[in-house]
């Protein structure tokens, strides 16, 4: 069945990097446009950034946009997002999605990150 | 960007109730409007999409309808297990926005 399933969250300091993962199933990553959304403590869901199927077109949230880099490994069918310079205010549970036509039928359980000093 | 204010951020109800969730766009859009259900620890699920498309295998006490800039999300009767908090996201455009979310109570 389709899946996708994040990984990579933890525990960081401010200032500090992390990568998180995405990893997908049962469907044809390569053809699909993945995205990342965030969940903070007690908030709201907040869309990150989108990657088309081929990995060409990026689009960021301006809350992120500079410090966060979305990526793909098709041939792996990872999907991945690159978040620098990390503040208080990112600490969130982040979310992995597909995007079949103009919706999000596929979401992970999402991957925590607290950034702590 | 399109702004979605979700309207009420919270909610009590009791089984059987009829509930209603409502999405008001910040300009005209199109229908690409959908709703989703999410439980603590869960993954978030689409319910409607494209406005009032039912997703497959989804009850069909769930519903989406549109008048103008205002959209709106009901469930025709309240079953325990809908207890949740629910959002409307639009992709007419980027950036994807999603509305605040409402928290739906049982009473």
């Known amino acids: 069945q389709v899946q996708v399933v994040e990984s990579g969250g933890g525990v960081v300091q401010p200032g500090k990097s992390l990568r998180l993962s995405c990893a997908a199933s049962?469907?044809?990553?390569?053809?699909?446009?993945m995205h990342w959304v965030r969940q903070a403590p007690g908030e709201g869901l907040e869309w990150l950034a989108v990657?088309?199927?081929?990995?060409?077109?990026?689009y960021y949230a301006d809350s992120v946009k500079g410090r966060f880099t979305i990526s793909r490994d098709n041939s792996k069918e990872m999907l991945y997002i690159q978040v620098n310079s990390l503040r208080t205010e990112d600490t969130a549970t982040y979310f992995c999605a597909r995007e079949s036509g103009r919706h999000f039928d596929s979401w992970g359980q999402g991957t925590p990150v607290t950034v702590s000093s | 960007d399109i702004q979605m204010t979700q309207s009420p951020s919270s909610l009590s109800a009791s089984v059987g109730d009829r509930v209603t969730i409502t999405c008001q766009a910040s300009q005209d859009m199109s229908n690409f409007l959908n709703w989703y259900q999410h439980k603590p620890g869960k993954a978030p699920t689409l319910l409607i999409y494209?406005?009032?498309k039912l997703k497959e295998g989804v009850p069909s006490r769930f519903s989406g309808s549109r008048s103008g800039t205002d959209f709106t999300f009901t469930i025709s009767s309240l079953q325990p297990e809908d207890i949740a908090t629910y959002y409307c996201q639009q992709y007419d455009d980027l950036p994807i926005t999603f509305g605040q979310g409402t928290r739906l109570e049982m009473k």
């Open positions: 049962g469907f044809s990553f390569s053809t699909s446009n």
């Open positions: 494209d406005t009032s």
């Open positions: 990657i088309s199927f081929d990995g060409r077109t990026e």
